[in-house]
């Protein structure tokens, strides 16, 4: 089995930062792409960014140029440091990642999600 466990979010300003981590554990053989989605009220779940394990990374756009995503292959960890953040940005972020537990077994894991909240 594997578990994805998330930092915290929280509450900031509007214009502020956060960093979001989510580690990795268990039966990993390989993790492939790792990513960070979100969740507003009443909205569907949306990618906000990946990450290959070779480092290949892609952002939606509503957060390119504000949001960074990287990872750390040795710590089966990826984060997300989120700057110049807006009201809009305010959802529950999910991880995710497409992990082989075996040569011929992969699967999709989420984490339990963190609430980020942004005031004006």
């Known amino acids: 089995q594997v578990q994805l466990v998330e930092s915290e979010g929280g509450l900031v300003q509007a214009g502020g930062s956060l960093r979001l981590s989510c580690a990795a554990s268990?039966?990993?053989?390989?993790?492939?792409?790792m990513g960070w989605y979100r969740q507003a009220p009443g909205k569907q779940r949306e990618l906000v960014a990946g990450?290959?394990?070779?480092?290949?990374?892609n952002y939606a756009d509503s957060v390119k140029g504000r949001f960074t995503i990287s990872r750390d292959n040795a710590k089966n960890t990826v984060y997300l440091q989120m700057n110049s953040l807006k009201p809009e940005d305010t959802a529950v972020y999910y991880c995710?990642?497409?992990?082989?537990?075996?040569?011929?077994?992969?699967?999709?894991?989420w984490g339990q999600g963190t609430q980020v909240t942004v005031s004006s």
């Open positions: 268990g039966s990993i053989f390989r993790i492939n792409v």
């Open positions: 995710n990642a497409d992990v082989a537990t075996g040569i011929l077994r992969t699967k999709i894991y």
């Open positions: 990450i290959t394990a070779g480092g290949n990374t």
